[in-house]
């Protein structure tokens, strides 16, 4: 692969973050994201692969992705997320190429809902807006768009999606990834993944 397995899983988790980044039923349930925590079950995000943009979709379940010599791989992602008080919250994703040793992810980052829209920012103020639909018991977060440090839109984000299923919605045989103790005070646990 033209940027191999590291730069693979590092573009990835750059695309996951604002700005680097169910039909047929006539009633719609009203979707709401609170403090908590919530699985991710999978994630499309734009990505630079081999110098080329495109969405790359991971998911516990697995997703196949043909590099840009046309070597198929399967990329496979477990994550949390943990929504605190304050607008605090921490993102962890490990995601594993081919099965290999995963790559992980963990990130503090800033939250905050306006009606059904969800924003999802980084420590250092860029934020992308999500709008929020229920689908069953999964929360789909559809991106729309991304913001800037200082609050100016700099990109489309739609196309990005993230699927949540609220803590005590985990799939089953979904087991827990072991992470280090938390080094400081202010970050969030994320003890189960």
Known sequence: ???????????????????????????????????????????????????????????EVGSRMVDARGGEHLLMERGALVLASGGRCRLALAVSVDGEEPGISDRTCTWEVTGDVFYLGDRDGARTAYKVVRAGEKLVLEGI???????????????????LVQGSSRLLGAGPINEARNASAEELPTSEL
Do not use: T, W
Request: glycine residues 18%.
């Open 1 to 59: 692969m033209g940027i191999g397995r590291l730069g693979l899983v590092g573009a990835l988790f750059g695309a996951s973050f604002a700005c680097a980044h169910g039909g047929g039923h006539p009633a719609v349930e009203r979707a709401a994201l609170s403090l908590g925590h919530y699985q991710v079950e999978s994630i499309r995000s734009r990505a630079n692969l081999d110098g080329v943009d495109k969405f790359v979709e991971i998911s």
């Open 145 to 163: 768009k991304d913001f800037g440090p200082n609050g100016d839109e700099v990109g489309d984000a739609s196309g990005e999606r993230i699927v």
